[in-house]
């Protein structure tokens, strides 16, 4: 059995020490801590990362919420060139005891977007928490301005040009000639 190797960005909060709710935290990545998320996120450079956050409780769940920002580039979907992004993203989190995790597929949500994340033990970890939000807010499918000329020049069809009405229509302009 191959063990779960430890999160880049591990900030490990014990229930025992919360502070006073509503007390907001700063939390960042080192360089070190960067690099490595960079790699596991599939990132050409994650330049900065920070966020804000308070912890409160509620409903026996622990919510962390706050704002998420970053200056990042990523490999373009067609080129592989770098593609700035900047992330600036507010975020909620509720971390749910395993003993109070739902049973079966029904999780009832009450309307708020919020990510889950379910804990053992006597301790969350936030920082690990935050770089999955991260991963979420990237653009899926990065494109930089020369994406379209080198798909165009390497043959790929537009959507456009593919579909099923481009080859109807090309078909009725054949006829006519």
Do not use: W
């Amino acid at each position: 059995m191959t063990a779960t190797p430890a999160p880049e960005f591990s900030r490990i909060i014990k229930l025992d020490q919360l502070g006073k709710a509503g007390t907001t935290h700063t939390i960042a990545p080192t360089d070190d801590e960067r690099a490595a998320l960079a790699r596991r996120f599939g990132l050409l450079a994650l330049d900065r990362m920070e966020a804000d956050y308070a912890l409160t409780e509620e409903d026996g769940a622990l919510m962390a919420r706050g704002q998420l920002r970053a200056a990042l580039s990523q490999p373009c979907v067609a080129t592989a060139e770098p593609v700035p992004e900047t992330i600036d993203t507010p975020f909620a989190i509720r971390f749910i005891p395993e003993s109070l995790e739902p049973v079966g597929d029904e999780i009832e949500v009450d309307g708020e977007d919020f990510d889950t994340v379910i804990y053992t033990g006597e301790s969350i970890d936030v920082g690990e928490a935050i770089a999955e939000t991260l991963a979420l807010a990237l653009e899926p499918y990065p494109r930089s301005p020369n994406a379209d000329a080198f798909l165009k020049d390497a043959g790929v069809l537009s959507e456009g040009q593919a579909s099923p009405f481009a080859a109807l229509l090309a078909m009725a302009t054949k006829k006519k000639t």
